[in-house]
């Protein structure tokens, strides 16, 4: 079964709004998280690390004002998309690494699209 | 099955067959190496990972080899199912499960029934 939720998996929302998303790890504590973004017929991009207990960690070219990081604790971290216009739509992934297993698990994924 | 290079998109087997998929890594110091399994507008999933101490994994239907010597990781899946269409990623990372992964594009495996 799934070891990462995310929620929602679909959100449309008006240009200018802000949108959060949410990564959990179900059965397991992950002190990081990977934020991810992956357009159509694309490979998946590391947008930032999401740190449990400091600040997060942003790829180059991704802003972090734009995109909020929050890892609230041990199994949360969220991901909010301020300001969202049409550009931002996208599919936004999740992963956390199970460190008993060392495999990195990743969520079903949010589908973004901004009106 | 044809082992095809990461730079085409698609490879497509005959049910049945089995299937090659071929991946360079950049990064010599990886030292950890996992193949994910990509269903449309779902997540990858994990299909089967290797370190760098190793140069062959098996898993169910699936093997995964690593030439160090040349930076090539590939995935064999024998008896290639319908079920096994979807697009395939192989990563890289250092240390471990804790630090970014690095993602290869991307091949589409289309199985023929």
């Known amino acids: 079964g799934a070891v990462v939720s995310q929620h929602p998996s679909r959100v449309i929302c008006k240009s200018g709004t802000s949108v959060k998303i949410e990564c959990r790890s179900l059965?397991?504590?992950?002190?990081?998280m990977f934020w991810y973004r992956q357009f159509p017929k694309q490979s998946l991009m590391l947008m930032a690390t999401?740190?449990?207990?400091?600040?997060?960690?942003?790829e180059q070219g991704v802003e972090k004002d734009k995109f909020l990081i929050n890892h609230a604790s041990l199994t949360l971290s969220t991901l909010t998309v301020t300001s969202a216009h049409p550009e931002d739509s996208s599919f936004y992934i999740c992963?956390?690494?199970?460190?008993?297993?060392?495999?990195?698990?990743f969520g079903p994924g949010t589908r973004l699209t901004v009106l | 099955g044809e082992s095809v290079g990461l730079h085409l998109p698609t490879l497509s087997v005959q049910e049945g067959d089995n299937s090659i998929i071929n991946c360079a890594y950049s990064?010599?110091?990886?030292?950890?190496f996992i193949w994910y399994k990509q269903e449309s507008g779902k997540g990858p999933q994990f299909i089967i990972d290797?370190?760098?101490?190793?140069d062959k994994r098996q898993g169910q239907r699936v093997t995964v080899l690593l030439n160090k010597t040349v930076k090539h990781l590939s995935l064999q899946i024998a008896a290639t199912q319908p079920g096994d269409s979807a697009v395939y990623f192989c990563?890289?990372?250092?240390?471990?499960?804790?630090?970014?992964?690095?993602f290869g594009k991307g091949i589409t495996l289309s199985v023929r029934p």
């Open positions: 992963s956390a690494p199970r460190t008993s297993t060392d495999t990195q698990y």
């Open positions: 990563a890289e990372n250092i240390a471990g499960a804790n630090s970014k992964l690095t």
């Open positions: 999401s740190n449990e207990g400091s600040k997060a960690t942003y």
């Open positions: 290797i370190r760098s101490n190793m």
């Open positions: 059965d397991f504590q992950a002190t990081t």
């Open positions: 990064n010599s110091a990886s030292d950890y």
